[in-house]
């Protein structure tokens, strides 16, 4: 089976080159990195030797090099525990992904906690053995949904353990494999461990014909990230460089509300641009009703990709309403200088495009009320939730959030979220959770559910290293 794949690969790969070359144009950065693509390897420090006990002549098991494998940004986000607790326990980390936003911001984050960052090679023979011969770990891992073929035969055929971390498979993934279930042995059977971030994950493993004892369940990775919390002052400071804060000489509580659209696909800009257009003009209207002023509500979108800013740009404005693009902010020389920007620059705008990289996290904390992208039809994947939940935001998200079924379902039952099945839906919910008297209460509601739920979630870090360090075979050594 595997010399098929090595047959069919550059068919395949000719067949999706425009597609491919075309994907990372868009996203910029495509140099950078272009050869390791096939197979070259930046410059990595010598082998180092492995530690020698005294009492049997053995080596120990520090000092191990491994190759870890995360594609997107989340997944780089989540490692960053990882790459602490193996630095501290004297390993050599090459960390690899696949796409220019990732390795932006794996260079900018964790050159320190690593012997090198590259890409990972096109998945083809050629390529990938000239990439392990430089590399040489004495382990591979592959994060969530990463399964490559010719990279796992490649450790196999050198003796070196595979571990897929945070492993997960989405519904469609299980669909998919499942009916070629006679592939998937032939394949994808040098995998050594897999460490499954949900029981159901773990289920779905064992169906395909993974042996039970190849399989542990350690929790969701993502669960245990981080999320510095920002000051007042900061956030603050953020949404007047949004253009959604209180003026200049205006009260701090004039500060809209602020309805978020966390890692957005196509269409969900859309529907969230009709939701808040809706939602302000029931305020306006309630307010009326009440012979008072209506509350300030204003809109953040934050696209998964953000190269689809110019389509972005162009809706609202088909739409009518003033927006900002965050980049256009931060390519301002009050921006990088960090000065106070002029008055012009801080405008305030109806809608906020952070169209950056690696800022999610930060623009959450600005938020009254999160909607999660990918999640509305036709998309049926969804992106995480996670962060949301940590800081305490009300959820709202789409049905497909196959991704992240665990969660999604843990969420909702315990009231962090709620399920909107369609954009009609999302207008309501965000109608509710906004204007009405009671939107408050049920907003904090939410909020103080979703940290009760993170608190009761995290670990999977621990187990993690835990489970990877049993891997690490004593006296192994490089080939």
């Not at 494998?69 to 790459?83: C, D, I, M, R």
């Not at 040098?190 to 773990?202: F, K, M, V, W, Y």
């Not at 969230?272 to 809706?278: E, G, I, T």
């Not at 939602?279 to 979108?301: C, F, K, Q, T």
């Amino acid at each position: 089976m595997l010399w098929l794949y090595r047959l069919l690969y550059p068919f395949a790969l000719l067949i999706g080159a425009p597609f491919y070359l075309r994907r990372m144009w868009r996203r910029g950065g495509y140099r950078e990195g272009f050869a390791q693509r096939f197979g070259r390897v930046p410059a990595l420090p010598p082998l180092r030797p492995k530690h020698v006990s005294p009492a049997n002549g053995t080596a120990a098991a520090a000092r191990q090099r491994i190759w870890l494998q995360a594609v997107s940004v989340g997944e780089l986000l989540a490692v960053a525990p990882l790459l602490e607790a193996w630095a501290r326990a004297g390993h050599e980390v090459y960390l690899t992904t696949t796409t220019s936003t990732g390795y932006r911001l794996a260079r900018e984050r964790y050159t320190a906690l690593t012997i090198g960052i590259g890409y990972l090679p096109l998945d083809w023979w050629l390529f990938s053995a000239r990439a392990w011969r430089a590399v040489n770990p004495d382990l591979a891992l592959l994060m969530e949904g990463e399964r490559w073929p010719e990279h796992i035969a490649q450790a196999a055929r050198r003796g070196v353990p595979v571990a897929c971390l945070n492993a997960r498979l989405s519904d469609r993934s299980f669909r998919r494999m499942r009916r070629a279930r006679w592939a998937v042995k032939p394949l994808l059977g040098g995998i050594t461990q897999i460490l499954a971030c949900s029981p159901e994950d773990a289920q779905r493993f064992r169906a395909l014909g993974f042996a039970a004892g190849k399989i542990e369940t350690t929790g969701n990775i993502k669960l245990d990230v981080r999320v510095p919390p920002l000051g007042a002052d900061a956030r603050a400071q953020l949404r007047r460089e949004l253009g959604i804060g209180a003026v200049a000489g205006e009260d701090a509580t004039c500060a809209p509300l602020v309805l978020l659209g966390a890692s957005t696909w196509p269409g969900e800009e859309a529907a969230l641009v009709d939701a808040f257009l809706r939602v302000r003009a029931a305020s306006a209207s309630a307010a009326a009703a009440a012979n008072r002023g209506a509350p300030p509500i204003s809109l953040v979108l934050v696209p998964r990709h953000a190269e689809r800013r110019g389509e972005i740009a162009a809706l609202l404005r088909e739409r009518g309403l003033s927006h900002r693009l965050r980049s256009d902010y931060l390519r301002s020389a009050d921006g990088f200088a960090g000065v106070p920007p002029n008055a012009a620059a801080t405008a305030a705008v109806e809608v906020a495009v952070a169209d950056t990289t690696g800022e999610l996290q930060q623009l959450l904390q600005v938020a009254d009320l999160v909607f999660v992208g990918k999640s509305l039809p036709p998309h049926t994947e969804g992106q995480t939730p996670v962060e949301s939940a940590i800081l305490g935001k009300p959820i709202l998200f789409g049905p497909g959030m196959g991704n992240f079924r665990a969660i999604a379902r843990e969420l909702v039952n315990c009231g962090a979220a709620r399920v909107v099945p369609d954009p009609q839906a999302l207008a309501a919910q965000v109608c509710a959770l906004l204007t009405a008297e009671a939107g408050a209460s049920a907003r904090a509601a939410m909020g103080a559910a979703g940290r009760a739920w993170h608190a009761q979630n995290v670990g999977a870090v621990e187990r993690t290293v835990r489970a990877v360090a049993q891997l690490v075979e004593p006296g192994r050594g490089h080939k």
